[in-house]
């Protein structure tokens, strides 16, 4: 009778023993590329939440506004030069947050209307180094102007004024709102400013501007279309987000198949050749 050598036998008493070792290593392996991708997805969140925190700003003490009125049409705007070519071009949607004393609820109220496109006329001038857009609405009882400013130096350009004239039937007393030292929209000689985020433009105490899928450029335009679109930083923020949740799921898918391959060859080395 053959007499099985005690040491060939070693390896088949232990091999379970073996086994688990080699799942809980694999199972360690995952439990730690489950808590890194988890920390990545919270800090691209937190990343997102920061960028779309803006600066506290001082506002009077007022009553609510009267009603929310929605997401604003966008519309479409257009300022010609003296021989009839365009020399600024725009196209958003603008709401107005607008603080004044009330003459129905004898108050100091806010009220947040929209610019209806339709209903909006569209004029402006153009120079060297400045443009402006100037809307009109309500029969002439809203004039909103915004002013830009080219830099001819650096070939940049931004926001640099915005006037307000409000004569509404509610409002105790005309509205007039102007701020010339203003840095928004900023783009590039050649180029359109893009930012299709909404954002909130900080006039004065008692007038800010939310702006909509904004699209402008007051300087540099060839054959009445826009150039090349520079995006906001608030664009840029939210298509980061999908790439690094993209790339963390991809190396968790990764880290597990490798796991995965090389537990399954250490629990299939078998008995030991003696």
Not at 48 to 72: E, I, L, S, W, Y
Request: glycine share 6%; aromatic share 6%.
């Amino acid at each position: 009778m053959e007499i099985l050598n005690e040491t060939a036998l070693k390896p088949a008493v232990k091999q379970p023993e073996r086994n688990r070792r080699n799942m809980t290593q694999i199972s360690g392996v995952q439990s730690w590329s489950l808590g890194v991708t988890l920390q990545l997805i919270l800090a691209a969140a937190l990343h997102q939440g920061f960028a779309a925190v803006a600066p506290p700003t001082t506002a009077p003490t007022t009553a609510p506004p009267h009603k929310d009125p929605g997401r604003p049409e966008r519309g479409n705007y257009v300022v010609a030069s003296a021989n009839g070519t365009a020399c600024l071009l725009a196209s958003m949607g603008l709401q107005l947050n607008i603080t004044f004393s009330s003459l129905s609820q004898n108050k100091t109220v806010q009220d947040v209307v929209n610019l209806q496109p339709n209903m909006t006329k569209s004029s402006g001038s153009c120079d060297s180094d400045s443009a402006s857009l100037r809307l009109t609405t309500d029969a002439e009882k809203t004039n909103l102007t915004l002013s830009f400013t080219l830099n001819t130096t650096s070939n940049k350009y931004h926001l640099s004024e915005v006037f307000l004239s409000a004569a509404w039937p509610d409002m105790k007393d005309a509205v007039s709102a102007r701020n010339n030292s203003l840095d928004y929209l900023r783009g590039t000689l050649g180029y359109s400013y893009m930012c299709r985020e909404e954002q909130t433009l900080n006039v004065t105490q008692n007038l800010s501007i939310n702006t909509f899928q904004v699209q402008v450029q007051p300087f540099g335009l060839t054959g009445n279309q826009f150039g090349a679109a520079e995006e906001c930083q608030l664009d840029e923020d939210d298509m980061l987000i999908p790439i690094i949740v993209g790339a963390a799921l991809a190396g968790l898918v990764l880290i597990v198949l490798l796991a995965y391959l090389i537990g399954r060859k250490r629990s299939h080395a078998g008995y030991q050749t003696i």
